[in-house]
């Protein structure tokens, strides 16, 4: 049996979250500070397990929900070495001067409800098909962490939208995703910080392109490690925290999304690198989701066509228009307009892929609790599964 002696921290928070977004009850979490009635949960001993834990707790909240006929505003528990606040007041909780999560019962449902107030990861988020990602989850309500290697980046974009919003909307953090101290620290953050996650979107990712007759084996496992293997380490660290906030209701549902691409769907010349490592990430949900399912863990994903705008693309220096031109990968093309005008000419629909496009396929797979383990094409028509 699990017990609280190795950080508590890590275990108990995603607990509490759990406990207060109970499905059942139709509960959300908010981010707002409540000044009502209270519910404290009571010392948590170390070598308590966490299963017999989760059990006092659900009773004390039947039993006071009886009683009161209402839902605490204010869930809070003691423990002398525990230094973390909870959910909704982030700075409050940053400074640890609170242990509080507050709740209140749940809007009118729609799609553009589906990730309202929940807690987001996006990696690479701090530009391209990432930083779009991040706009639109928080436009549709969700508290979202940019995680990034490029941390002024992601400081820059989060206070941007938290001065739109006049409020925290969203956080930055330092991530390399090829590294597991790395991805531990920041979900040991994030969790200390918000007390869970409900969507990891792994997008980081990276390309280079060649021929497999001349490609540097340096360029191949680059890409490699950090579009295939850096999925896989960020399912490891996230998964555990989706269990746990799972464990109080068993119908916590979550989600973990990797951007993978057209090109995890089918082979592209002189692209083996990235189509190899897009289609190891498809193999990698699918298997994910088998064994996540237990926990209400959805893995699926989205496989978007060619962002023709962004800067993975467009970039003047490095992007791929320029890496293609140079490659000789378009015949007959003498410009970087001939490389661009080719790529459309491919898509039936006549455009590239943008991120109003992705974040629809995102919502779909967040509202729909009845699949997993998918990958989902957003390409125009240019690839159609069979």
Known sequence: ?????????FEIAPLLRGLTFDGKKGLIVHRCEAKSVALNLGSVGEGDSIEETVKVWRQKLDEFTSTYRLWPAVIGFDHPDLQFGLGTNYDEAVRGEGVSMVVGLAPSFTRDDVVRDSVAIVTGGAQGFGEGIVRSLVEYGAFVWIADMNEAGAKKLADELNWEACITVAKAVQVNVTSEESVKAMMDRVVAECGGVDLFISNAGVLRSGSVKTMDLKDFQFVTDVDYTGFFICTKFAAPTMALQNLPSRAYYTDIITISSKSGLEGSNKNGAYAGAKFGTIGLTQSFALELVE???????????????????????????????????????KSVEDVRRSYESKVPMGRGCTTADVIKAILYIVEQTYETGQAVPVTGGQVMLN
């Open 295 to 333: 926990d209400n863990i959805k893995v699926n994903a989205v496989c978007p066509g060619n962002f023709l705008d962004g800067p993975l693309w467009s970039d003047p220096e490095k992007g791929l228009f320029v890496q293609y031109l140079a490659a000789g990968k378009v015949p007959g093309a």
């Open 1 to 9: 049996m699990s017990t609280f002696t190795d950080n508590l921290a």
